[in-house]
C-alpha cells in the first residue's frame, strides 16, 4: 500500500516474512551498513532473524542495538547514546537505521535517524498491532520529557515500512488490546464499518483478522495523513483521545500503556462532547460497550480528574490557555479544534 505524499511517498508492505527483509535492502540506496535498533524482548524473538536476513540476503554490514523495553526509553539519553553508536559504525547519510519493534522503537529510532547527519535513511518494522496500525504511518517522530510525551521530535518519513503480521503471535495480550484500542479510534473518527466490524467480532476471533485490521487502519491513517502531512488541520482527528489520554498516561506511569489510556481519553473526550451537545449519549454508550468487550478500561472515574488536567496543560495542542480537542459526532465523524477551558472542564 502506498502512502502518497508531495516529496517523500513510499510503501506500506503488509504481510511479508521478516527472513526475507534483507532483499528489500539489498538495493545500494539503503548505503552498506544498517544499526538494528529494537528492545531486548522482540530482540529475543526476532533480532537474530533479521541480522541474519540483512547480512546474507541484504549483504548489509549490522549493529544490533538493544533497548530496556518501554516508554521509558523513549528519552533523550538512548537518543544520544545510539548516535554515538552510529558515530563509532562510521554510518553515512546513505546507510539505514531499521527499527524492530513497537512505537517506542520507531519513534525513537526515526527520530535519530532524521537528526544524524541531518537525516540518514530510515525503515521501520513494526512489530506490535500498535505500531502496525498506527505509529508506523506518517512520520511521527520524538521522545517524551518529563513533562509530556512527544515534546520533541520530528516529521520524518520512512523509507518504507514492513510488516510481517506473524510477529503478532508471540505479542502478550494486553499489547494486543492496547492495539485495538488505536483501532476503536479510528472507527471511531472515521470508519463506522470498522466499528461495526469490532462489534460483530470477539477478542477470539479478531486475532484471526489480523490482515485485514492492519490493512484497514493503514489506509485510514494513509488518507488521513495524504491530506495533512505536518498536521495543520485534518490530521488533529488522530488526536481524538490523546489530549485525555496522554495526560492520564503520563499522570500514573507505568500503570496504564498508551492504547489503555486512548481508551479512557476517548471516554473522557466523548463524554464532554456528549455534555455539550455535539454527539448523543448513545455515541458514548457505544464507545464504552466496545470498550467492555475488548477489556479495555473504560471508566474515567479511576483517574483524578484535577491531577490530569494540571498535566493536559503542557499538550502540544494547547493554545493561549485554552485545550484544544477533538470530538466525536457521532460513530465514524468527529470535530476538530474545539477549545474547551480547564475549568469548564472540572463543571461538567
Ligand atoms: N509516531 C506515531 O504516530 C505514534 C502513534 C501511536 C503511538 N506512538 C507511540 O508508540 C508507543 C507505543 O507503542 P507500542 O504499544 O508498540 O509500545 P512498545 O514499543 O513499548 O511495545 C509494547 C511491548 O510489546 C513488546 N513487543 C513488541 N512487539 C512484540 C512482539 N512481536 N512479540 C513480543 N513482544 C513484542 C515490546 O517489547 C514492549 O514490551 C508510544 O510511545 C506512543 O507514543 C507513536
Ligand atoms: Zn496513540
Not at 89 to 118: Q, W
Not at 176 to 186: D, M, N, P, T, Y
Not at 199 to 205: A, N, S, T
Request: proline share 3%; with cysteine.
Amino acid at each position: 500500500m502506498k502512502v502518497n505524499l508531495k516529496n517523500n511517498g513510499y510503501f506500506v508492505c503488509v504481510g511479508y516474512p521478516l527472513e526475507e527483509i534483507g532483499r528489500k535492502l539489498s538495493d545500494k540506496k539503503f548505503g552498506k551498513k544498517v544499526l538494528v535498533l529494537t528492545d531486548k524482548n522482540v530482540s529475543t524473538f526476532y533480532g537474530k532473524k533479521v541480522v541474519q536476513s540483512l547480512k546474507k540476503l541484504g549483504k548489509k554490514e549490522v549493529v544490533l542495538f538493544e533497548i530496556n523495553p518501554g516508554e521509558e526509553s523513549k528519552t533523550f539519553e538512548n537518543t544520544y547514546k545510539i548516535i554515538c553508536e552510529c558515530f563509532d559504525f562510521k554510518m553515512e547519510r546513505i546507510d539505514t537505521v531499521l527499527t524492530l519493534g513497537g512505537g517506542v522503537v520507531s519513534d525513537l529510532g526515526g527520530f535519530v535517524a532524521s537528526i544524524y547527519l541531518r537525516g540518514i535513511n530510515f525503515v521501520a518494522c513494526p512489530t506490535s498491532l500498535l505500531a502496525q496500525v498506527d505509529a508506523s504511518v506518517g512520520g511521527k517522530t520524538g521522545v517524551d520529557l518529563p513533562w509530556g510525551k512527544n515534546l520533541v521530535g520530528s516529521f520524518y518519513q520512512p523509507a518504507f515500512v514492513y510488516i510481517d503480521i506473524k510477529t503478532l503471535d508471540t505479542l502478550p495480550e494486553r499489547e494486543i488490546k492496547q492495539g485495538i484500542a488505536e483501532v476503536i479510534k479510528h472507527g471511531m473518527i472515521k470508519s463506522k464499518n470498522l466499528i461495526d466490524f469490532l462489534e460483530k467480532f470477539d477478542f477470539e476471533k479478531v486475532k484471526k483478522k489480523y490482515r485485514y485490521i492492519v490493512e484497514e487502519n493503514v489506509k485510514i491513517k494513509g488518507e488521513v495523513v495524504e491530506k495533512d502531512e505536518k498536521e495543520k488541520g485534518l490530521r488533529e482527528i488522530l488526536n481524538f483521545g490523546h489530549t485525555f489520554g496522554h495526560a492520564v498516561e503520563i499522570t500514573y506511569l507505568p500503570k496504564y500503556t498508551h492504547g489503555e489510556a486512548v481508551a479512557l481519553g476517548m471516554v473522557g473526550e466523548t463524554f464532554l462532547s456528549w455534555k455539550l451537545g455535539i454527539c448523543k449519549k448513545e455515541t458514548l454508550d457505544r464507545l464504552i460497550k466496545i470498550l467492555k468487550k475488548y477489556n479495555l478500561p473504560y471508566n474515567v472515574k479511576e483517574v483524578k480528574i484535577r491531577k490530569v488536567l494540571s498535566l493536559m496543560k503542557y499538550d502540544k495542542k494547547v493554545r493561549q490557555g485554552k485545550l484544544r480537542f477533538v470530538f466525536p459526532e457521532r460513530i465514524g465523524k468527529v470535530k476538530r479544534g474545539i477549545e474547551v477551558t480547564p475549568g469548564s472542564i472540572l463543571k461538567k
